[in-house]
């Protein structure tokens, strides 16, 4: 045995939770990425998405200045920090996010609108320079709708892309 849970968990059906949240839950209990998320203390399945792109490419260097935007819950950030040494006298990482996120050693959290004006600013003020990496994996709420789910996310991944472009040094690294 692997130690990977191998019962299916089945979700109840109970009045106020929709069909698709029950789905959603069913999946979730039954991912091994979450599971294995949660035994190794990261914060989301998301973690393993980012190391696997990093190991391949090499994105976070020791010393890095790296914004995650849209960071919550912090599973990226949690491999950012790790990655580019940040609270060792290392790399920076700064969270930012509409949504208040739990403290994470070596990450500066920051609860903005990157879509704000003043938000570039008010980060390059914070960073005392340009990042030499930005990081998204954000999505818009889903409305069940997938042409328009699919522009919501394109538009955000457009308007970090605009962001980056105002807060990364030359040759800096966006990914979305």
């Given amino acids: 045995m692997s130690g990977e849970r191998e019962l ?15 789905a959603w839950l ?16 990261l914060r989301s ?9 990093d190991d391949k490419h090499r994105l976070l260097k020791p ?30 990482v700064v969270a930012i996010d509409l ?9 500066e959290c920051l609860q903005l609108d990157f879509l704000d004006p003043d938000a570039p600013e008010r980060l390059k003020a914070l960073l005392g320079g340009l990042a030499d990496v930005v990081l998204t994996d954000m999505a818009a709420n889903a409305t069940g709708h997938r ?7 394109m538009g955000l991944a457009e308007a970090a892309a605009e962001f980056a472009r105002e807060v990364l040094k030359p040759g800096g690294v966006f990914l979305a």
């Fill in 99 to 107: 949504l208040a996120m739990d403290p994470l050693p070596g990450v």
């Fill in 63 to 92: 010393g890095a200045k790296v914004v995650d935007l849209g960071a919550a819950p912090g599973g990226w950030s949690q491999v950012a920090a790790k990655r580019v040494r940040a609270g060792a006298g290392g790399g920076r």
């Fill in 147 to 153: 042409a328009t789910d699919h522009l919501k996310i």
């Fill in 8 to 22: 299916k968990v089945r979700v109840k059906a109970r009045s106020g939770r929709s069909a698709s949240s029950r």
């Fill in 26 to 41: 069913e999946r979730q209990l039954n991912d091994p990425y979450v599971a294995r998320a949660k035994r190794e203390g």
């Fill in 45 to 53: 399945r998301a973690a393993f998405k980012l190391t696997e792109i």
